[in-house]
């Protein structure tokens, strides 16, 4: 059997971003909107500043008005859920997203439950999450949707396939699940208390790793032709004092078996901030009443 196809999410994104570009520019020519995306980030985490700063970076390319705001650590709640208010009445800001994590004396979901929900790109809300599960028009969770979009680039249609998701967090395992069932899947979802998981994974012809341990699926839990999503960013030391970042399948043990694999990185990391500027330009239509552009219907 040949190795797995490795599925790009690099040119994925670029190709879903220009899609963005070309939705903006309609909204703007035919409806005089542009939308705008307003980051707020609390604190001086370095991976949260480089996140915060590529997200400004894609949203300005798309041709969308950008909002940054940098908090210092020890802002407290009260001021972040002022912030909040002010950005939920602002006008000309459609998306806020508040960067994660927060310092320790903020509670993030009072942060998230503050958010306007016809707002919130990263769909954490509530009923962001009581819309998507019954069906409804839904701001959804950028990782899982951007999984979604990965897993079709190696099956066109997912119908009829079982699909098994190891993790069950809010932000990836539990929407997943729920798009992937309007796939017509049939879905289970796996975690640590799972009985026999290589087994469990073993069934899957679309099998997504999402639980934070890295190299946790070895190659004997994969289905031969199977397509593996990773989710997984793990940095670990190499031995030499230095770190590199991997998934939490085993990369070179999967891809003996798959049929396709997203790698790390270059998998599903460019895909969120893809599908967070789709978000954006959906939450600024659905604010407006307006049509979503024909570029971004299938997405």
């Not at 590529?54 to 020890?74: C, I, Q, W």
């Not at 508040?98 to 942060?111: A, D, F, G, K």
């Not at 798959?258 to 939450?283: E, W």
Request: neutral net charge; hydrophobic residues 45%; charged residues 25%.
């Amino acid at each position: 059997m040949s190795e797995a196809t490795i599925i790009d999410g690099k040119a994925l994104a670029a190709r879903v971003q220009e899609r963005v570009r070309a939705a903006v520019e309609e909204l703007r020519e035919r409806h005089g909107l542009v939308p705008g995306l307003a980051v707020v980030l609390v604190g001086d985490d370095p991976a949260s500043r480089v996140y915060v700063r590529n997200k400004g970076r894609r949203t300005v390319e798309a041709g969308m008005k950008s909002f940054e705001y940098h908090l210092p650590a020890d802002t407290t709640e009260e001021a972040l859920l002022e912030r909040i208010a002010r950005l939920n009445a602002a006008s000309e800001v459609h998306g806020i997203l508040v960067q994660l994590p927060l310092p320790e004396q903020i509670n993030p979901q009072r942060v998230i439950d503050a958010i306007d929900p016809d707002k919130d790109v990263d769909g954490f809300h509530v009923i962001n999450a009581g819309r998507l599960a019954v069906g409804r028009p839904a701001l959804v969770p950028c990782t899982p949707l951007g999984c979604v979009l990965l897993a079709r680039q190696a099956r066109a249609d997912l119908e009829g396939l079982e699909a098994v998701i190891i993790g069950r967090s809010n932000i990836v395992g539990k929407p997943l699940a729920q798009l992937l069932l309007r796939e017509n899947c049939t879905v289970t979802i796996a975690h640590s208390r799972t009985r026999d998981l290589p087994r469990v994974a073993h069934r899957a012809d679309v099998l997504v790793a999402a639980v934070g341990r890295p190299r946790l699926v070895r190659g004997d839990w994969i289905k031969p032709g199977a397509t593996v999503i990773d989710v997984g960013i793990n940095r670990v030391e190499t031995g030499d004092g230095k770190a590199r970042l991997v998934g939490d399948v085993a990369f070179d043990e999967a891809k003996a078996v798959a049929g396709a694999i997203t790698p790390v990185p270059g998998g599903v990391g460019p895909m969120t901030i893809a599908m967070l500027l789709t978000n954006a330009v959906k939450a600024a239509c659905m604010q407006r009443g307006i049509a979503l552009p024909r570029a971004l219907e299938d997405l």
